[in-house]
Structures are given as structure tokens and as C-alpha cells.
């Protein structure tokens, strides 16, 4: 079983590239990633996506 990271995927992404990167993590489709993320940050108020989105990008290493 081959070592996986979460890194950011810059390949397949739009803003910084968090959710291509939790998408090939988990292998997800990114799309599919954006989608759960953005209904999960709409639906939850204890959820602060914005927030985690940005701290994220801050501190996942590049691809």
C-alpha cells in the first residue's frame, strides 16, 4: 500500500486546489468534492467552510 498525502492538487483546481486534492485523497471525483463541500458549509452552521477552506490552502503542502 503506497504512502498517501493530502496535498493540494493543482491540476484539477479552480480556487487553490483543496477539494482536487481531498478528491484524489479519498478517490473522489473533484467535482463530486466541491458539490459535498459546498452543501456541507450551506447546510451546517457549525461548519464554517469558508474559514476551513482558506486554512487549507494555508497550510496543505503543494503537489
Not at 504512502?3 to 483543496?18: E, M, P, Q, W
Not at 461548519?47 to 503542502?61: H, N, Q
Request: aromatic fraction near 12%; hydrophobic fraction near 50%; proline fraction near 5%.
Amino acid at each position: 500500500m503506497p504512502n498517501k498525502r493530502l496535498t493540494r492538487h493543482s491540476k484539477d483546481a479552480i480556487l487553490g486546489g483543496v477539494c482536487a486534492g481531498l478528491a484524489r485523497y479519498f478517490g473522489w471525483s473533484a467535482n463530486n468534492m466541491r458539490l459535498l463541500y459546498i452543501l456541507l458549509s450551506v447546510l451546517s452552521a457549525a461548519f464554517p467552510g469558508i474559514l476551513v477552506y482558506i486554512l487549507l490552502w494555508l497550510f496543505m503542502p503543494k503537489r
